[in-house]
């Protein structure tokens, strides 16, 4: 059974930064690019970023690209998304994807306010 369960979201500043993680287990965790995408209510849902099986090879959308951090501990099946420098238009919830399982998490909320 593929499971997916996202963590670490909650209220920040502006400005200030929050770690994400992503527990994956039911499938063969390191071969497989892990992504991240986020939705708030009304919207599309968006794909901040990306990592390949290795870690070796990440991608981010342009709206994050220089604040977000991908990362992945396949010893612990683990997937992270280290978020810096957070802005209001970051808050959303934050979904974690295997799209190898077709498999998501429930989500966890960030919200970026003062």
């Known amino acids: 059974q593929v499971q997916l369960v996202e963590s670490g979201g909650g209220l920040v500043q502006p400005g200030g930064s929050l770690r994400l993680s992503c527990a994956a287990s039911?499938?063969?965790?390191?071969?497989?690019?892990m992504r991240w995408y986020r939705q708030v209510p009304g919207k599309e849902r968006e794909l901040v970023a990306g990592?390949?099986?290795?870690?070796?090879?990440?991608t981010y959308a342009d709206s994050v690209k220089g604040r977000f951090t991908v990362s992945r501990d396949n010893a612990k099946n683990t997937a992270y998304l280290q978020m810096n420098s957070l802005k209001p238009e970051d808050t959303a919830v934050y979904y974690c994807?295997?799209?190898?399982?077709?498999?998501w998490g429930q989500g966890t909320q960030v919200t970026v306010s003062s």
């Open positions: 994807n295997a799209p190898s399982e077709s498999a």
């Open positions: 990592i390949s099986g290795s870690g070796a090879v990440t």
């Open positions: 039911g499938f063969i965790f390191n071969l497989y690019t």
